[in-house]
């Protein structure tokens, strides 16, 4: 009787496992199932898109640019400058969007309208330009020429670095109306809009000052030589004709009205002056010593104050 109850209960336990085994499997089934649908969701709710979307670019077209003198249309080869700006819908100011420093320079830019620029110096020229797909090819005139300035003495040229030039734009009763160019040094190549110009040369750091109005042509480049009427003088306070000079005096160079034109201290300063007479002032020590003396044109010589 015992071996039979036994019998049944495990008839009774395999029957139950065989059940829960055949409500299991079905389950795992549809977990396999719906789990790539869990794994991979629908675009749209949360997704990253696999392959990221490209913007969408007009193709871009060649602008190739070169500039021409107004008067006789000779390439421009050298020191220019370019800039490229697009025109707004809105009508706010072009921005730039392209710059070059080469004589022929090649953009790639979308088609549309653009605005060129081409500085030469002071001088520029400026043309609105349309640039479709298939490409451009234009050239800028610019009316400008080169102005190259030096100085001389008789025919004895002035070191450069002794000089320095102004270069004026005249207006109507003013031949000094207008400053285009301050410092300028000699030998250096000033590009400027054809025209007639008003130069100041100053040889020094005091009154011996030249001026003259040149003329500059397109496409040409003029050189123009100031004469300059002046010398240069040492400064001394001596005890005796050819004695040895003081050091630490103070000097005053006035014209014979009192005007001061230049003021110097030590032992022997030298000054640049025109042509004409002066006074000369020497203090040491409390003591004031004076002379008069002229200067003539070329002749470079030193300037004798005695001591009393």
Known sequence: M??????????????????AALVLVPALAFAQQAQPAMQAPAAGVGAMPIQPVQSQTAPLASLA???????????IRSGLVWRVLSETADGSPPRIVARSTDAEPIFSLEPGTYL?????GFASGTKRVTLSAQGLRDQVSISAGG???AGSIGDAPIAPAQLSFSVFVPLQGNSEGR????KARAGELIRL?????????TYGDSNAIQRADVKVESGKVTDATLHHRAARVTLKLVASPGGEAFAGTAFSVLTPGGDVIREAIGAFPQVILAE?????????EGQVHSRDFKVE????????????
């Open 147 to 149: 102005l190259s300035l």
């Open 2 to 19: 015992l071996e039979f109850d036994r019998f049944q209960g495990g008839r009774r336990l395999a029957a139950g496992l065989l059940a």
């Open 297 to 308: 044109s070329g002749l470079d010589r030193d300037i004798e104050v005695l001591a009393k």
């Open 116 to 120: 060129l620029h081409a500085a030469y």
């Open 193 to 201: 809009p054809e025209g007639t110009y008003h130069v100041v040369s």
């Open 65 to 75: 640019l070169a500039a021409q003198f107004a008067g006789d249309r000779r390439p």
């Open 276 to 284: 004409g007479d002066y006074v000369l002032i020497a203090r040491q």
């Open 179 to 182: 400053l285009v160019v301050d």
